[in-house]
Every structure is written in C-alpha cells, then in structure tokens.
C-alpha cells in the first residue's frame, strides 16, 4: 500500500505522522511510505533520516496527501480539505465533536476517517492511541500553568513549591483520569498542594493508593467545584468524555471569583473545553487575560516537545498503521479496538458520540 506523511500545518505543530523506525517497519512488511520534504525536522528527523529507512521524499503537501492511506498527527486544516478524497484511509487525531465543519467535509468528501482518540479496546475501557498524549498533556499543563505563574507572564508570581515559611500553590484538577493524574504527579513533585475532583468514586479510590495523602480527592459536584476553584492558584481541565464536547464545569460567574493572576489550563480544549471562559490559542499566542485570570487553550499542548510525542505517539500506532496498510479496509472487521475509531465511512457519520453532538449529520 502507499502510506502518505504530510507535513503539519498547524501553528507550531513539530509533531509527525511516522518517525524513520516505523517507515522501516512498513518498508520490511512491503510498503511504500512518501513523506514530504522537512515533515520531520521538527521532531529531530531529517529527510536523509527517512531516505535511510525507505522512504521516498516528495516536495508537496498534495503528492503525500495523494495515497490510499495518509497518517497525521493533527485534524486538517480548512486549507487541506481539497485532498482528502473517496476510498482514502485518514489516521489521526480529529476531534470532531469541536470541529462541525470537518465533520461536514470527510462526509461529504467520502474518507474514511478513524480518529485516535476513539480507538478503543473494547472490555479494558481503554484508549491506546489519545493515552500517549494525554500523558504528555497532563504533565506539560502544570510546566506551563508554573510559566505563566510567573509575574513577567502575567501570573501572581506564585511558586507551585513554596519555600520554608511561605506555604506552596495550590493547583486543582478537573478530572482524575490520565492527563488528571500525570498532572497530579508532576504538581506533586514540585512540592504543590494538590487537589482532584472527579465523578467516579472508584477512579479516586485508585487515585488514593496512588498518591496517598499527598493529594487531596473530592467528589466532583457544583459545591466542592466552586470551593476547589476559588482558592486555585493554577486550575488544570481535565475532562474527557469519549466523543463529545467536554462539559462545562466552570462558569464565568466562578472564574469571576478567582485570584486575578491565576491560571487556568484547560487540556480539554480540543473537545471543546471544560471553562466557560476558556477558548483555543496556538503555542504562538498561547495565553490570553480575561476576569482578571491568565487562559492557556492551546489545543495541541503535546506539539511543544515533539521529539518525545512524535516517538510516544508512533510506539501505540505503528501496530495498527501495519495492519491498515497490510489489510486496508479489511482491518476494521479483524481489530475491533480499530473499529470503534471510525468516526466517518462511505459518507456517513457513524461513531455514536460524535452522532449525538451532531444529529442532524446521521
């Protein structure tokens, strides 16, 4: 099979589709894999990189994008609709629940479109392709979220750990699933006080033979919300509800009642964001100040180190772009975890979560 490898568009998006190791896999099981010129330098690959592993490099956006399977790390962007095409296998993050009008492209267009993050394996409730990420996620946040703590950032000049005699920052998080806990880790190790909230009394039992005493674990509803909240010094999104848009779990009434110089960091914000005042920003532009509070929305947190994302990300997919390229379609019907990614096939939108944010699509 011919395997594409465009170049991100994405504003400071350094991440790519394959590093040269997974082009040498699919090269050895037959494959043929065009990457466009520089896609990699980013990442720390170079052309002779892949050159080196088998790869054919070509100098346009459109000759990578012209194959029956294209593999990208971010959604298209409005400018490469125009390549995506009937009978073409899309993998990559797409996060349709916050993008209608890609949703309304790939269907009319006529991809099929499988989406990491709904990649399921079916019994164990787990996401191998979104965790990589969310990993990463989670820990940049609180990295971040210290940044623009910072005064000449705009922040209340808070440090996370504290010194004797001045009690540390207080950091609470939405969300007690990957990108929640690896937060957690990071805030922890730091010396924050820290608090999670989330909804399944079973993810916090969890969560406490994990972090002990160390970190303190709520039940999520209004009340503790908007305690928790308040006296935050950084607050962290991490929501995730497979499919759909991220509830919102903070209005600007509350956000109103923060600490002008705190900071919000909402990891959910590529499934629309869990802070109602909180709306996407590029690593350009990263932070914006609204209600007194320092916002950072960027979308693909992960893209700021993208020699480690790149090789993350490539070690949970390459198993399942050597069996799309070995079987094509065919794939679907014998990997059931690949088959819960489909999002969009043959014109109709048929992943369920995406079907319920946009009904009048089915």
Known sequence: M????????????FRVGLSPSSVRVLREN??????????G???GFSDDDYRNAGAEIVLTSETAWNRELVVKVKEPLTSEYKFLQKGQILFTYLHLAADRKLTEHLIDCGTCAIAYETVEQLGANKLPLLTPMSVIAGRLAVQFGARFLERQQGGRGVLLGGVPGV??????????GVVGTEAAKIAVGVGAIVQILDVSVERLSYLETLFGSRVELLYSNSAHIEAAVIEADLLIGAVLV????????VSRELVKQMRPGSVIVDVAVDQGGCIETLHPTSHTNPVYVEEGVVHYGVPNMPGAVPWTATQALNNSTLPYVVQLANLGIKALEVNSALAKGVNVQDHRLVHPAVQEVFPDLV
């Open 242 to 249: 497979l499919g759909r848009r991220a509830p919102i779990l």
């Open 41 to 43: 330098n980013g990442a």
């Open 2 to 13: 011919e395997i594409g490898v465009p170049k991100e568009n994405k504003d400071q998006e």
């Open 167 to 176: 009690k540390p920052g207080k950091v609470v998080i939405l969300g007690g």
């Open 30 to 39: 037959g494959h043929s894999i065009f990457v466009q010129t520089q896609a």
